[in-house]
Each structure stands twice: as C-alpha cells, then as structure tokens.
C-alpha cells in the first residue's frame, strides 16, 4: 500500500460507558432478545455475579462462576454442559479477561449473543480473538463469533480491583495500544486512540496507586482501555505479544504480571525500527523515550519488573528465545535470536532496558 493509505473497519460492538451502568444490564439484555442468560464470572467475583443475577431476575437462567485464566477447554466443556441443560440463550459475563474469555469461548461453540461488564483492564472485550489451554498448550483463535455484542463499562465494578493487578492490567493495556501504533495494518484512526489510551491510563495508575477509590482515576483508567482494548483487537499485535504468548503459556505465567515485565524491554528491542509510534508512545506517556518511560511508569507504580520474580527459572530464558523465533512472524524489526534472548535476558533480571 502506498504511503499514507489505509483500511478502516469499525467495529460493530456497542458499547455502553460510566457510573453505575450496571443498571442498565437488563435493558441490554432485553435488547439484544436474550431470555435465559447464563451469568459467567470466577470463583473469585462470585458475588458480583449473584448481584448481577439478582438484577437480571427471571431472564438469568444460572450462575457458572467457574471460569479460569488462559480459558482452559475443559471448564468451557463444563459450562457448555450448563448452557444446555438450562437452554441459555446469551452469556452475561462479569470479571476480568478469564470470565470474558469463557463466555468467548460458548459463543465460538454456539454463537450465542454475549454481553461482557469488564472489571479489570485487559481490554478481551473488544477483540475477535480467544486463547485456548489443552493439555497445556495455549492456541489462539481468530472468529467474529468471539466478539462480544455488548460491552457495559461499570466504573463502579473496578474499585474493589487491587491496586497491584489495576497497576498490572493498566500495563497490558498499554501493550496493546504500543503494538497497535507500530502495527503493520494500523490506521491513523487507531493511532489517534492508542496514544490517548496511553496518555489516559499513564495518568490514571499513579493515581489509583495513591487511591484505590479516586473515582477519576479510575473513570481514566477504564477509558484508557477501552480505546487500548480496541486498538488491539483492530489490529495484528507483534513481538511484545508473541513474548508474552509463550512465557505465559510455556512457563505459567500470570498473564498481566508477565505483559507489565516483558513492555519495556520489547519497546527497546524495536524502538529505533518505529520511531513515529515510539515517539507517540512517549508523548503519551510524558517521558522523553518509549521504553524507558514505560521502566519508569512501573518503578512507580509498584509493577514488577523482572520475570525471575514472577517464578520463570532461568534455565527456561534459552528456550522462550528459540519459541521466539520458531515461527516468524512480522515485526517492526527483524528478529534476531541473540538479540532477542538478552531482550527476556534483560526482562529476567529486571535491568533497566537500553543501558
Ligand atoms: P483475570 O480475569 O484472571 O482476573 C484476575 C483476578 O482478579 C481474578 O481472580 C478475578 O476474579 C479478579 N478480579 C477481576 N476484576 C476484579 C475486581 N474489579 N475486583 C476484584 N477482583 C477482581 O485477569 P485479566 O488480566 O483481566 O485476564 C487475563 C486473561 O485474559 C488471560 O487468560 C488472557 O489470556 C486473557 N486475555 C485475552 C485477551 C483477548 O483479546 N483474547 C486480551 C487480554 C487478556
């Protein structure tokens, strides 16, 4: 494509944003002709899920609060069995990105209209993708059936979210809109919200470190992922995910944590190779260079900063390098197995990156 020249798709999903639009739950519901919902959410939000329920009154058909991160197959066959045996006609699914990802995973086997009320900042919500764990391999799929209908942003539902995970989450959805603005299918459009997802959650973080219940902040922070969530799920993610990918799914390792280690590093790696979106990066996060603000936005906040610290033994950096570069794959600067191996080198001993 010449220079200059791009393709926009808008998504198709509704999304309904604020304070207390939980409320507005049955409404969408009704909308979108769902008599029986089956109400998703972990082991963990449980009662959110029974409140949920309570609000949705007759039109819920079950509770399942059994979901799990990486969508792990046998859960969903579990649920699937609940969809049947209750008839459910929807999913309602509360929590972070492993309820979202069940009620994901019942609609790609179903194709049943899902509503998603996202706790954390993952950003799952907005995309057509799910992650699948068999037998301890994580595959990803690719399906306009996996995209929620209805998105409700409840700030309210994100106070009770701790502040170390919100500064984690915060992180991974920074990620998406990093990759989103060097990605080789993205749009000025995604650019314009990438950097003010960025520049919104940048500010927010701090702030929710300082004061779990800043309302502000936290209307910020969930408004910056919003616009993260969906740069990602518009555009193909490279290096910083695929890292991410297989540390997660190699090594079992929890998924925001390993996203908030692994950014600065990957932003390094290829910072000279996009300096337009490395530069939008750092005007987003008020810093003078990418990767080291984003080393500085985590010192800050308290994120971690080395994989070691997250449970990877170092005897497994060898092998996330040779995963890394099993299957190419595109990215804005090639890779490269010695660089990328000091890359997760750096990451495991949490070394500021570029020094
Ligand atoms: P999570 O959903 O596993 O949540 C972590 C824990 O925090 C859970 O116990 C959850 O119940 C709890 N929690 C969530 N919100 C809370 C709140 N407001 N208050 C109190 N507790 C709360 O974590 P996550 O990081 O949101 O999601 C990770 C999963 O999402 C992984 O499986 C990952 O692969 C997937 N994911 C998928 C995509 C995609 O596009 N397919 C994108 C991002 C993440």
Known sequence: MPTGAFVYQGSPQRVVFGVGTLATVRNEVDRLGIRRALVISTAEQQNTAEVLANTLGKTCAAVFAGARMHTPTNVTDEAMALVKDKRADGT????????????????????????????????????????ETQDSRKTTKRDPKILPEVVIYDVDLTLTLPVKLSVTSGMNAIAHAVEGLYAKDGNPILSLMAEEGIRALARALPEIVRDAADGDARTDALYGAWLCGVVLGSTTAALHHKLCHILGGSF????????????????????????????RVARGLGAKSAADGLFSLAERTGAPTMLSEL???????????????EQPFWNPRPLEHEAIRKLIDDAWRGRRPNR
Do not use: F, W
């Open 311 to 325: 449970g990877m033994p170092e005897t497994a950096i060898d092998r996330a390098a040779d995963l890394a570069v």
């Open 92 to 131: 309602v699914a509360v929590g972070g990105g492993s309820a979202t990802g069940l009620g994901k995973a019942i609609a790609l086997r179903t194709d049943l209209p899902q509503i998603v009320v996202p706790t954390t900042y993952a950003g799952s919500e907005s995309t057509n993708l799910l992650g």
């Open 252 to 279: 079992n390792l929890p998924h925001a944590e390993t996203h908030a280690v692994v950014l600065p590093h990957a932003v390094a790696y290829n910072e000279r190779s996009a300096p337009e979106a490395m530069a």
